[in-house]
Nanobody
Framework: QVQLVESGGGLVQAGDSLRLSCLTS????????MGWFRQAPGKEREFVAD????????HYADSVKGRFTISRDNAKNAVSLQMSSLKPEDTAVYYC?????????????????WGQGTQVTVSS
C-alpha cells in the first residue's frame, strides 16, 4: 500500500548540512502535495516546509527560512529537504507527509500519509 520512507538523517555539528530524502510508493505521486515536519523530544510536531504537486509553490517555517530548501522529483516519486547552517534547535525526528492539494497547510491533521521519520541531531 502507500509507503513513505525517509532517509539521510544523522549526527552533525552546528553549521553543517544534511539532505533528507523521502521515497514514496503506492500513490500517484504527482497528485499529492508534500510536506516536511519535525518533532523534538517532549514537543509537538511542527511544520517545516511544503511543496505543491508540480513544485511551483513552496512554503517554509520562519525558523528554517533561508536555510532549508524543499524540492521534489515527480519522476522518482521523491521529495527532499536540503538543510544548511544547521543549529542545535533543529535536532528532531523529521517526517515527510502527503496531502491532497488545496491551499498550503501547516496543520499535521491535514496530511493523509506519513513516513516513519529520520533522526537529525545537531551538536554545538
Amino acid at each position: 500500500q502507500v509507503q513513505l520512507v525517509e532517509s539521510g538523517g544523522g549526527l552533525v555539528q552546528a553549521g553543517d548540512s544534511l539532505r533528507l530524502s523521502c521515497l514514496t510508493s503506492g500513490l500517484t505521486f504527482s497528485n499529492w502535495a508534500m510536506g516536511w515536519f519535525r518533532q523534538a523530544p517532549g514537543k509537538e510536531r511542527e511544520f517545516v516546509a511544503d511543496i505543491s504537486r508540480l513544485g511551483t509553490s513552496t512554503h517554509y517555517a520562519d525558523s528554517v527560512k533561508g536555510r532549508f530548501t524543499i524540492s521534489r522529483d515527480n519522476a522518482k516519486n521523491a521529495v527532499s529537504l536540503q538543510m544548511s547552517s544547521l543549529k542545535p534547535e533543529d535536532t528532531a525526528v523529521y517526517y515527510c507527509a502527503a496531502r491532497r492539494p488545496t491551499i498550503s497547510s501547516t496543520t499535521p491533521t491535514d496530511y493523509n500519509y506519513w513516513g516513519q521519520g529520520t533522526q537529525v541531531t545537531v551538536s554545538s
